[in-house]
């Protein structure tokens, strides 16, 4: 997500400091970039202290693990960048007086007892869970986030982002959607977790940048819902991708994760209000374009 948001700000000819520790991220992904005049890359772990000289305009903070073979293998990284690394950006923030926006996710929500999942739902969190470390670290940042909001007047924004994929996605990220094209394009068994009536939904990246931009430059400072509210089962969609990918695999099932949330769904009313945003592109439209991507890539 952070190549293409690097794109889009380039595009729209800002010039864009771009940091990373490369813990689960590829360079590859913004190779393009590398020598471009407006662009410059920093190595650097957000959990230390960060200093960046001269003028900056705005703050975006989307370091973290989001995987949960990432997660679930860097669990003090992951609880760290979540306090740490958002404390150190609203930091820079706070030091060059710039606007900040936070990438939070939909997992604040949990496994949530209210469906469709609006902003002001508290969420079924457990915090001792092995999804935990990426719930509560979300939780925390949306928390201090607010904190420099109101006690230091730093105009921030916290993007609540629902299940989100599209190109240069990681064959192997574990997430379903590049996990089901990889092994549908390799005609390997579509493997399901439970039986595969968990619900789920996905908005595609170019829908998601436009909405995280919108976010940027509106002048609301509460969590704001991003997703697509097309809901579908985890099963079909896994049927849809083998249908597209004109695959032969067959669909087997696999025990359900601990604390893996039943449902999921965005209440989007407060971005069609506020901002004026909802997503355009299908998922077929989408998954098409993923699809050839993941082809064109393998």
């Known amino acids: 997500m952070g190549s293409h948001l690097c794109d889009a700000l380039i595009d729209e000819g800002n010039f864009v400091i771009c940091m990373d520790s490369l813990l689960t991220g590829s360079l590859k992904n913004i190779k393009h970039l590398l020598k ?5 890359f920093v190595k650097h772990d957000v959990t230390k202290y960060i200093s960046i000289k001269g003028k900056i305009d705005y703050v975006l903070h989307f370091a973290s693990p989001a995987s949960p073979l990432d997660y679930l293998k860097y669990p003090i990284k992951t609880l760290k960048v979540g306090a740490l690394g958002t404390h150190n950006a609203l930091g820079v923030a706070k030091a060059k007086k710039a606007k900040f926006l936070l990438a939070s ?5 949990g496994d949530p007892l209210v469906h469709p999942q609006k902003e002001n739902y508290w969420g079924n969190v457990n915090p001792i869970g092995p999804r935990g470390v990426y719930d509560e670290a979300k939780r925390f940042a949306e928390a201090i986030t607010m904190a420099y909001c ?17 190109e240069k ?20 068994p579509i493997t399901v977790f439970g039986k595969g009536t968990q619900t789920r939904s996905f908005c595609y990246i170019e829908d998601m940048i436009d ?3 919108k976010l940027m430059n509106s002048r609301l400072n509460q969590p704001v819902n991003l997703g697509n509210p097309s809901e579908l089962s985890v099963l079909s969609l896994a049927e849809t991708i ?4 004109h695959s032969r695999s067959k669909i087997t099932h696999r025990p359900l994760p601990v604390n893996d949330p039943k449902v999921r769904q965005p209440d989007i009313s407060l971005a069609r209000k506020k901002l004026g945003w909802s997503p355009r592109v299908s998922l077929k439209e989408g998954l098409q374009r993923t699809i050839g991507w993941f082809k064109a890539a393998s």
């Open 150 to 166: 109101r006690s230091h007047a730093i105009d921030a924004k916290t993007a609540r982002i629902f299940n989100t994929y599209g």
């Open 211 to 213: 909405g995280i931009l």
């Open 105 to 109: 996710t939909s997992e604040v929500y």
């Open 36 to 40: 471009h005049k407006n662009f410059r």
């Open 242 to 245: 083998k249908k597209i990918a």
């Open 169 to 188: 996605m990681r064959h192997h990220d574990g997430r379903a959607i590049p996990a089901f094209i990889s092994q549908a394009l390799r005609n390997r």
